[in-house]
């Protein structure tokens, strides 16, 4: 029988292209984001399964749950709805747009964790595993300025992780975080930036070979498809002319003569 995921933020960027992928691995694919359209062209083209949810409303996720667990048990969880919503200081941002990214970036993931882990403890009883990865940032890792609140939000959404491994351990199941780095998607620069386009495209400016969805849907499906008994517990992933949060080369990459 094929194995079940569930990828939240599955119609549009990292989450689309995790769901397409891992429908041509042969898995069952449940997507879950608020876009019913573009979930609903998802199915028609790649066969996913769409759950219409907004992962930061209990009412939403609960029924979410029933329609998943109508299914049958669930293999792993992608918690990748998410993204960065301003760009201003810590003094002059609003408080509102730090409310949205802790709403879904951490209160999400958490409330689609507690909703599934019965069903995911179902496939680890059948199958031997389950696995949760969640797509944090290396801003969960590392500050910069005019950052504030989405790396307080993927701090706080590292430590969820963290913490959920913690009190996991001795149940087979997987806890694995995937931190990119820059990442070309159509729209989270864009929503960042208030629908800033041009602002948006000056983020991957003059980067040679930015990493873009399906490269990450790459790094998730490999994590999940180890055997189970290999946990990536923590990956960074970034584009190589990327060497940190703050050091982007924008110019091609040579060698040295
Ligand atoms: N792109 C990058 O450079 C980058 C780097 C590091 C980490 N990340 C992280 O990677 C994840 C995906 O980013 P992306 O670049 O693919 O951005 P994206 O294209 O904006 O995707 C975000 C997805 O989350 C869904 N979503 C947002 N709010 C939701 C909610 N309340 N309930 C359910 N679904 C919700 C969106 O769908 P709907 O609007 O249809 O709900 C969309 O499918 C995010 O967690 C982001 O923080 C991105």
Known sequence: MAKRVVVTGASSGIGEATAKLFRERGWDVVGVARRG?????????????????DVTLQADVDRAREEIAALGPVNALVNNAGGAFGSASVELSDPEDWRAMFDVNVLGTKRMISAMLPLLRDAARADGH????????????????????????????????????LELAGEPIRVLELAPGMVKTDEFAVKRFGGD???????????????????????????????????????TIRPVAQAAQFKVIRQPLVPKN
């Open 37 to 53: 359209e573009r979930l609903d062209a998802l199915a028609a083209g790649h066969g996913i399964h769409p759950v219409v949810a």
């Open 130 to 165: 389950a696995d949760i990865l969640s797509i944090t940032s290396v801003a969960g890792h590392e500050v910069y300025e005019s950052g504030g609140g989405y790396n307080a939000a993927k701090f706080a959404e590292h430590a969820l992780m963290a913490v959920l491994r």
């Open 197 to 235: 386009v041009e602002r948006a495209a000056s983020v991957y400016a003059g980067v040679d070979d930015p990493l873009v969805a399906d490269d990450i849907a790459a790094a998730i499906v490999h994590a999940i498809e180890l055997p189970g008994h290999i946990n990536l517990d923590l990956v």
